[in-house]
């Protein structure tokens, strides 16, 4: 195996014995197959494109399984062998059609046909020769280049399958997650190409967490501020983690008058701000923080536990009989919830004990999304013009184990008091919960939502830049980003994609760029990595 599409890979240069995220070796290898595998469809649905063949089954198939093979999400191997044949018959599927319609449909060998084994072992074999650095390229930045369009796609296709599953597609996405993906496999493709190939996948990834946002707001309502209690209710409980709005809305409805409280985990926090989904009174409050704190935390819950999306942990021994997956979530021997009959999860919470006592551990402040801020429009705008407000930072992304990543804490921790920290994704939790205070009422943290909530902090943005008649770039904001896996990389490229400038990034790099993009990155748009809190305060503050 050899893996580094996540910021915390072994030494900080790639997992080639066993990931840092659990994934064992042969579920490695066979994510490097079901990619080329989906290389493979991907080129035949171009052609069937040219000549008029076209459906939406390929494309929700094709960002179902690039889901899967993001950091934390599918450690199941059989379900990877099924994702395969799939792929492959979608494939064929494809070519039938045109060859019965005379259509002279030339391939050269390779992914468009290839031809999967019958056994595990034989697939691990394929598997051997299709990794990462098969890719043809003719100079290793090109090579960087494939790689991360390749990430990016995959945080595409993450929240495009979200999008679809509330009813939102757009084929330009689809289109474009074709695109990428046959061109991989491209050798005509000089460094100027793959450039502007990298910023249209920025160009797709905004548009999917718009169609996603679409999918979201239309559903449940736009979100508005809540406070959301850290402590608990005695009773029966359930806890969901991962990013599921579907899921969560269904299991609501599954456990109405049940007597048993939903609480939320990681990124479902700011799922409390959403009216739809706020009307079910046993939806109570929030349990633990980050994902990576997750083996920490499932432990003390005292009710069965479902995991939705990515974010999934090797499950610990003292929980994992009463854990549970759905959508493209996946551990061997863990029971998978394929279906939105969350019967079996209910069944568990009844039998087990549940919280025995009422517990006040606080609460925290959600739902400030676009329109809860842009709703207070006025008031800011008078706070800056007045001088109140002096500048505004954007501290988001998502969070990890690997040490260095307490600079945010203390980034924000040490911010004057005239400044707005607005915050998204799971990278929140080194602060979440700090009082901060408010200016004119305006509270001075202001919690967006989800990652895929980036959209929204950029309206957030746009709408503030077009009030004060001036582009984002000069606006007094400024984004202090964390990553750690593949939809990061797409939100990233996302705001390359606007020309916003000035990004912090950090705890550290991306090991697959290499230095010469490093300097066109910083070149371009000035993206630099993290220094100390200090250092960049006073270097954006003066």
């Not at 003719?138 to 991360?148: A, F, V, Y």
């Not at 190939?197 to 548009?207: E, I, M, N, Q, V």
């Not at 979201?216 to 983690?241: E, F, R």
């Not at 959403?274 to 994902?291: M, R, S, V």
Request: overall charge negative; some cysteine; hydrophobic content about 40%.
């Amino acid at each position: 195996m050899f893996c580094y599409q996540c910021e915390q890979t072994a030494k900080g240069t790639g997992c080639d014995v066993l990931g840092v995220c659990g994934k064992k070796p042969e579920v490695a290898d066979l994510q490097d197959l079901l990619l080329y595998s989906l290389m493979g469809l991907s080129q035949v649905v171009l052609e069937g494109i040219r000549f008029g063949i076209q459906d939406r089954r390929y494309g929700k198939f094709t960002v179902k399984a690039a889901f899967s093979t993001l950091t934390n999400v599918d450690f199941d191997p059989e379900r990877f062998v099924d994702l395969i044949q799939q792929a492959v018959a979608l494939r064929e599927e494809i070519k039938k059609e045109l060859k019965s319609s005379s259509h002279d449909l030339r391939l050269e060998e390779g992914p468009a046909t290839f031809e999967p084994a019958a056994t595990l072992d034989e697939l691990l074999g394929q598997a051997a020769s299709v990794g990462l650095f098969s890719y043809p390229a003719d100079n290793p930045d090109i090579l960087s280049l494939k790689h991360t369009v390749l990430f990016g796609i995959k945080g595409v296709a993450a929240y495009a399958d979200h999008a679809q599953i509330l009813g939102q597609e757009d084929d330009d996405v689809y289109h474009f997650i074709f695109k990428g993906l046959a061109a991989i496999q491209q050798t005509g493709l000089n460094l100027d190409d793959w450039v502007k190939l990298t910023l249209d996948c920025g160009k797709a990834a905004y548009r999917a967490m718009e169609l996603l946002d679409a999918g979201n707001t239309q559903t449940y309502g736009h979100p508005i501020p809540t406070k959301v209690p850290l402590g608990h209710k005695k009773g029966k409980a359930i806890l969901v983690s991962g990013h599921d709005l579907k899921d969560l809305e269904e299991l609501l409805k599954q456990t109405r008058g049940k007597r048993i409280f939903v609480y939320t985990h990681g990124e479902m926090l700011s799922l409390h701000g959403y009216p739809k989904l706020k009307a079910y009174d046993h939806f109570y409050g929030h349990f633990g923080t980050a994902w990576q704190n997750q083996t920490k935390e499932f432990p003390d819950f005292p009710g069965p536990i479902l995991m939705t999306t990515n974010c999934l942990q090797r499950p610990g021994k003292t929980y994992q009989d009463h854990l549970f997956t759905s959508g493209m979530v996946g551990w061997p021997d863990i029971p998978h919830i394929p279906d939105a009959d969350f019967q079996p999860v209910i069944d568990r919470a009844l039998a087990m004990s549940g919280f025995e006592e009422d517990a006040d551990k606080g609460a925290v402040m959600v739902g400030f999304a676009r329109h809860a801020i842009l709703d207070k429009a006025d008031d800011i705008l008078a706070a800056v013009k007045a001088g109140r407000i002096r500048h505004f930072f954007l501290v988001a992304g998502c969070d990890g184990a690997k040490p260095g990543r307490n600079y945010y804490t203390e980034f924000v921790e040490k911010l004057p008091k005239d400044c707005i920290v607005m915050t998204l994704a799971c990278g929140k939790y080194r602060f979440f919960d700090k009082d901060l205070g408010d200016i004119d009422g305006i509270p001075r943290l202001l919690d967006v939502g989800q990652c895929n909530d980036a959209y929204s902090a950029i309206q957030i943005a746009l709408a503030l830049s077009r009030a004060l008649d001036t582009n984002v770039n000069d606006l007094p904001l400024s984004m202090i980003l964390s990553w750690y896996e593949q939809k990061a990389v797409c939100i990233l490229l996302a705001l390359l994609y606007l020309g916003i400038r000035d990004i912090r990034l950090g705890p550290s790099l991306p090991a697959f760029i290499t230095p010469n993009i490093l300097n066109f990155l910083v070149e371009r748009f000035n993206i630099m990595p993290i220094k100390t809190p200090d250092e960049d305060i006073r270097e954006i503050l003066g």
